[in-house]
């Protein structure tokens, strides 16, 4: 696709950026290719890489901006188009501000075509700690600037919806476990109980679009197929289930360092090989809604699962706003909240 604007051509492909450009970023480029691609001709599920560029007369490529759409339908059936991974490759504020409308124009014209009624952003506004694996799918370090927050806003976008990603101190004493927690088997009842709460258990975290456990899982990506990264919650002498959850650590150190082979290794291989492994992160959390108030002690009592391992905080993300009670509790826990992201969308 190529466009005039600027004074010169630009050229709007469905490729990947040279991975240089991410050096300075703690995302590794290795993380943010995706595994799979889509077609630009009707709705999918999967992703779509999309690099603006333009070339001077000797042929020399000066790239603008890098993003992986996708695709996702609403209950209503209408379609939207998400932008992910947004990076604009330009210091200067002014020169982003034109890069960024070109990115909307270039957005708005592919909404049209797929009849996509609407664009959506994810964008973090407030970053107190590091940022772990999964992230959010906006996430590519320093290009997640305010200014692309502002510039949403300027354009029409509208904040749908607020999450929070919280820390918790693993070097801190906790009180007696409540519930028991052990890793999920393969035995037919774990399954058929997983698959049960999978379909009508309540989901209180929401994991990125770009990052699904079962998506990668079928791809027999190694540490993360481990059972012990999904922790099913166990209540009373019948040891019913009340819900599990899914953690990991965070490997953006060692996919930076080895790429993403590390994906492949076990998860005993990942936490021995990298050192630097000092945070873990809960990214699903699904319980059984016959199970009232059991989340929160279900959540407290995996935590010493992750001390086993070595580490010596947690993060718990993303929650969303309406999950008040959720939110005051893991806050009345001494859960500390250490990064903020909107949902950003804006009609077409």
Request: hydrophobic residues 35%; aromatic residues 10%.
């Amino acid at each position: 696709m190529v466009n005039k604007k600027m004074s010169k051509t630009i050229y709007t492909e469905m490729l990947y950026p040279p991975s240089s450009l991410f050096q300075n970023s703690s995302i590794p480029f290795a993380w943010i290719t995706p595994f799979e691609s889509i077609s630009i001709t009707g709705p999918s599920s999967g992703t779509m890489p999309i690099t603006l560029f333009w070339r001077t007369s000797t042929g020399k490529v000066h790239y603008l901006a890098f993003m992986i759409l996708c695709c996702s339908s609403h209950e209503t059936g209408n379609l939207s188009l998400n932008i992910d991974r947004l990076c604009v490759f330009a210091d200067e504020p002014e020169e982003r501000e034109k890069i960024f409308n070109l990115v909307l124009d270039q957005c708005q014209g592919l909404a049209r075509l797929i009849h996509a009624v609407r664009l959506e952003i994810e964008l973090y506004v407030e970053v107190k700690g590091p940022i772990c694996f999964p992230s959010g799918s906006s996430y590519l370090d320093s290009c997640n600037s305010l200014d692309l927050v502002h510039l949403c806003v300027k354009n029409g976008f509208h904040k749908r919806e607020e999450r929070y990603c919280l820390s918790y101190d693993l070097t801190e004493t906790q009180s007696v476990p409540k519930n028991r927690v052990r890793p999920i088997t393969d035995k037919p009842k774990d399954i058929e109980e997983f698959s049960r709460l999978c379909r009508h258990g309540r989901r209180l975290i929401r994991h990125n679009r770009l990052f699904a456990p079962r998506t990668l899982t079928g791809r027999n990506v190694t540490f993360l197929s481990d059972p012990r990264l999904t922790l099913v919650g166990e209540k009373g002498l019948n040891q019913s289930s009340i819900g599990y959850l899914n953690w990991s650590p965070n490997v953006y150190h060692c996919l930076s360092a080895m790429g993403s082979k590390v994906l492949y290794q076990s998860l005993e291989e990942i936490v021995r090989e990298s050192k630097l492994i000092e945070t873990c992160k809960i990214f699903n959390i699904v319980v059984d809604d016959r199970s009232v108030g059991a989340h929160p002690e279900f959540c407290l009592d995996a935590l010493e699962q992750f001390r086993a391992f070595g580490f010596s905080s947690c993060q718990i993300g993303e929650v969303a706003e309406n999950e008040s009670e959720f939110l005051r509790f893991l806050q009345d826990e001494k859960f500390k909240r250490t990064h903020v992201m909107w949902i950003l969308e804006k009609d077409v």
